[in-house]
């Protein structure tokens, strides 16, 4: 299982088109089927890898993006 923790980092006067952008094109992506996603978190399987990093790769100079490996993940409340 993986963890994408993601943050936009652009300039003010381009940072809303930059977001709509990005969240419509996550929402597009196949990577909007997996139910743990927040605003700036994303859980994926280890199979899904490519797809993701793919997709990240393609806003790299907008998005700021760390990736954790994790084996299991439980809800606190």
Do not use: C, Q
Request: glycine residues 2%; proline residues 1%.
């Amino acid at each position: 299982m993986l963890i994408y923790f993601y943050d936009l980092k652009t300039k003010l006067k381009d940072y809303n088109r930059i977001k709509r952008r990005f969240y419509y094109d996550l929402k597009k992506s196949r990577l909007s089927t997996y139910p743990w996603r927040t605003k700036s978190v994303l859980i994926v399987e280890d199979s899904a890898e490519g797809m993701a990093d793919r997709f990240f790769r393609h806003y790299r100079r907008h998005v700021e993006v760390y990736k954790a490996r994790a084996t299991s993940i439980e809800e606190v409340f």
